[in-house]
């Protein structure tokens, strides 16, 4: 098996068949090479959830903007309470003043300022009024007060000319209501690529199973997917479909058959083909390669093929261009049965969760569909014992959090 053996003829993918793969280091180093981090944009704050940050945001003041009572109560100077307690109450003078003289309690409500001059707030419940009147008279203080209880300080949520959110962040849906509240309009965010789907399908079977599949999973990397025309020569629609995309994925007829007219086709069309057949299972009828300034990736037709194609690949593509980080989430899960795999290939394995184990799924044509994530057998490994704990990559991240 060649490490980053170049693309066979046509010919000899026909006579051969896969018997020489390129190996899958060699198909995600030339990935590397290609997916670069495309240029930012600038997009109102509205519309940036789930978009990534090109530039950092610093705060653009400080919130809260002044030392501010967290609750209502009395400002006090915390050293004027020192040694109260419910025995040997001190008095303290009752103010509305906005500075505090030693010896004075001002009544305060939540996220007031406080007067200068005061380090804490007293709750009510904590002082008794002497004369029975709130506004003025003496005040018996029955509890400490500590330096800074119940108070917001300045600048302690978000400091002016500081960083709040790092540039490569993926913003999460609370995040535009966050930037509102500092009065930032808008973000400078990655560029999402946009990926053009061919699905000529399966030899058998629905061909519409895989469209719907890769864009709901390309929305989940960051990409913007668009369905390309499955109408005329498969040449022509290969050139249009890259004459507006970053990344085309053209699923279906990537084998070494008589009808396998992807990797001709490309060709055809002006492109060039670097890698077809990699040792990855089920895939391995994978080619990668180029047309005009976009990448293409030639998946299988078989939807199991496919879906393990673009998870491993595909995928890393989408992300790295966007600037997605990698799934992060993953779960440490035991088998409840073996998986079996052979030395020199990369595999994927289809699970379900179930019970806080994960069942593996034979690779029929629905089993991406049923699947909660899979798992991935090195090509130096020949499988995994039942009960063994394995990572299980998730293709969606909720209800993941409770595992173990």
Same mark, same amino acid.
């Given at each position: 098996m060649?490490?980053g053996?170049?693309?066979?003829?046509d010919?000899d993918?026909?006579?051969f068949?896969f018997?020489?793969?390129?190996?899958?280091a060699?198909?995600?180093s030339? =990935?590397g090479d290609?997916a670069?981090?495309?240029?930012p944009?600038t =997009?109102p704050?509205c519309?940036?959830?789930?978009?990534?940050?090109a530039?950092? =945001?610093?705060?653009p003041?400080d919130?809260p903007d002044?030392?501010?009572?967290?609750?209502?109560?009395y400002?006090?100077?915390a050293?004027?309470?020192e040694?109260?307690?419910?025995?040997t !109450?001190l008095?303290?003078?009752?103010t509305?003043?906005s500075?505090?003289?030693l +010896? $004075?309690a001002?009544?305060?409500?939540?996220?007031?300022?406080m007067?200068?001059?005061?380090d804490?707030v007293l &709750?009510?419940?904590m002082?008794v009024?002497?004369?029975?009147a709130?506004?003025?008279?003496?005040?018996a203080?029955?509890?400490?007060?500590?330096?800074?209880?119940?108070?917001?300080?300045?600048?302690? /949520?978000i400091?002016? +000319?500081?960083?709040? %959110?790092?540039a490569?962040?993926?913003l999460r849906?609370? $995040?535009?209501?966050?930037?509102?509240?500092?009065?930032?309009p /808008?973000?400078?965010?990655?560029r999402?690529?946009?990926?053009?789907?061919?699905?000529i399908g399966?030899?058998s079977?629905d061909?519409?199973?895989?469209?719907?599949?890769?864009?709901?999973?390309i929305?989940?990397?960051?990409?913007?997917?668009?369905?390309?025309? =499955?109408?005329?020569e498969l040449q022509?629609?290969?050139a249009?479909?890259?004459?507006?995309a970053?990344?085309?994925?053209?699923?279906?007829?990537?084998?070494?058959?008589?009808?396998d007219d992807?990797a001709?086709?490309?060709?055809a069309?002006?492109?060039?083909?670097a890698?077809?057949?990699?040792?990855?299972?089920?895939?391995?009828s994978t080619g990668?390669?180029?047309?005009g300034?976009?990448?293409?990736l030639?998946?299988? +037709?078989? !939807?199991?093929?496919?879906?393990?194609?673009?998870?491993?690949?595909a995928?890393?593509a989408?992300?790295?261009?966007?600037?997605?980080?990698?799934?992060?989430?993953? !779960?440490m899960?035991?088998?409840?049965?073996?998986?079996?795999?052979?030395i020199?290939?990369?595999e994927?394995?289809?699970?379900?969760?179930?019970?806080?184990?994960?069942?593996?799924l034979a690779?029929?044509s %629905?089993?991406?569909?049923h699947?909660?994530?899979?798992?991935?057998? &090195?090509e130096?490994s020949?499988?995994?014992?039942a009960?063994?704990l394995v990572?299980?990559?998730p293709f $969606?991240?909720?209800?993941?959090?409770t595992?173990?």
């Open positions: 060649a490490d053996a170049a693309a066979r003829s010919e993918v026909r006579l068949g018997a020489t793969r390129a190996t899958f060699a198909a995600l030339w =990935i290609r670069k981090l495309l240029a944009e =997009i704050v519309c940036a959830a789930h978009r990534v940050l530039a950092p =945001i610093l705060g003041i919130r002044a030392d501010r009572a967290a609750r209502d109560g400002a006090v100077r050293a004027d309470t040694a109260a307690d419910s025995y !109450p008095l303290l003078r009752v509305d003043g500075a505090s003289q +010896g $004075d001002t009544i305060i409500a939540s996220g007031a300022a007067p200068a001059g005061t804490a &709750p009510f419940e002082a009024h002497q004369n029975g709130q506004q003025d008279g003496a005040l203080v029955t509890a400490q007060a500590a330096p800074g209880a119940w108070v917001r300080r300045r600048g302690s /949520e400091q002016a +000319g500081r960083e709040v %959110l790092a490569g962040r993926r849906t609370g $995040d535009p209501a966050f930037l509102a509240a500092l009065g930032v /808008e973000v400078d965010v990655v999402r690529p946009t990926v053009a789907v061919v699905t399966p030899k079977g061909a519409d199973l895989l469209g719907p599949t890769l864009l709901a999973r929305g989940r990397d960051g990409g913007c997917g668009t369905r390309a025309s =499955i109408r005329g022509a629609m290969l249009d479909a890259a004459a507006g970053d990344l085309v994925i053209m699923a279906g007829r990537s084998g070494c058959g008589a009808d992807a001709p086709a490309l060709r069309a002006g492109g060039t083909l890698l077809h057949g990699i040792a990855l299972q089920p895939g391995e990668l390669g180029q047309l300034r976009a990448m293409v030639l998946l299988p +037709g078989d !939807p199991p093929s496919c879906l393990a194609a673009y998870e491993m690949l995928a890393r989408i992300r790295r261009s966007g600037g997605v980080a990698e799934p992060d989430l993953v !779960p899960v035991p088998l409840d049965r073996k998986i079996v795999s052979a020199g290939v990369v994927l394995v289809f699970v379900r969760l179930r019970d806080r184990r994960a069942t593996p690779a029929d %629905l089993a991406p569909l699947a909660d994530g899979y798992v991935v057998v &090195p130096t020949e499988g995994f014992a009960g063994s990572p299980v990559y $969606d991240t909720a209800g993941w959090t595992l173990p």
